[in-house]
């Protein structure tokens, strides 16, 4: 029997996205690209990032460290992604505030 990975989004994923959504921006959700690739490609609209698209990488609040060999394995993928990324920066956020701010849609 062949068994499929499936990727997990973290508990504070849904809120986020509903949050930015209602704020106007757009989002895809990317979590399950895997390689290390953010959580969420996100095009802000207005603002002083307006026209940019912003990769938001959704982590459970008070989170620290990886636990496990597979929350370790994610973490490197992470951040070998994040040092070959040519691209703006990967912004890391854990609530729907975070995130506002982080995209500068709040203060």
Do not use: N
């Not at 603002?47 to 990886?66: C, H, I, Y």
């Not at 496990?68 to 992470?78: F, L, P």
């Amino acid at each position: 029997m062949r068994r499929y990975w499936r990727a997990k989004r973290d508990g504070s994923h849904t809120p986020i996205v509903q949050a930015v959504r209602a704020a106007g921006c757009s989002v895809a959700e990317t979590h399950a690209v895997g390689s290390g690739f953010p959580d969420l490609v996100v095009g802000v609209p207005f603002g002083p990032q307006a026209g940019v698209t912003v990769l938001l990488e959704v982590k459970r609040p008070g989170r620290g460290k990886a636990h496990g060999a597979s929350e370790k394995a994610t973490a490197a993928r992470q951040e070998a992604f994040a040092e070959s990324w040519r691209g703006g920066p990967i912004l890391t956020v854990s609530s729907p505030e975070e995130a506002l701010r982080a995209l500068g849609l709040t203060a």
